[in-house]
């Protein structure tokens, strides 16, 4: 079964650290470039980081630069979302993509070329 699931959210105070796994299941997710995204309520889905599939260059959004790092974890067909210096502004459900069935390089903080998605996980930041 072809799927990629997010885990690692939960609350934490301000200035602390979380560190999120996108784990795939059916494939191998080393052949792929991915990305995270966040959504907050009421607000539009976000772009956080993103990792190539060919030379792994690595993007961020710039609300996030600094402070969040992407890398590839080959051993257990994951990626991590490294998170640190978490503000409240970071509160939002944490999704992972994948460009599956089109353009396995895509690379980028689009969504629109992501078609294989997690469930995502909660992460909140709050005193």
């Not at 494939?27 to 599939?53: H, M, N």
Request: proline fraction near 4%; charged fraction near 20%.
């Amino acid at each position: 079964q072809l799927q990629v699931r997010e885990s690692g959210g939960g609350l934490v105070q301000p200035g602390g650290s979380l560190k999120l796994s996108c784990k795939a299941s059916g494939f191998t997710l080393d052949y792929y470039s991915i990305a995270w995204f966040r959504q907050a309520p009421g607000k539009e889905r976000e772009g956080v980081s993103c990792i190539s599939s060919t030379d792994r260059s690595t993007d961020y959004a710039d609300s996030v630069k600094g402070r969040f790092t992407i890398s590839r974890d080959n051993a257990n067909n994951a990626v991590i979302l490294q998170m640190n210096s978490l503000k409240p502004e970071d509160t939002a459900v944490y999704y992972c993509a994948v460009p599956y069935y089109g353009d396995t390089a895509y690379y980028s903080l689009d969504p629109r070329g992501y078609d294989l998605w997690g469930q995502g996980t909660q992460v909140t930041v709050s005193s």
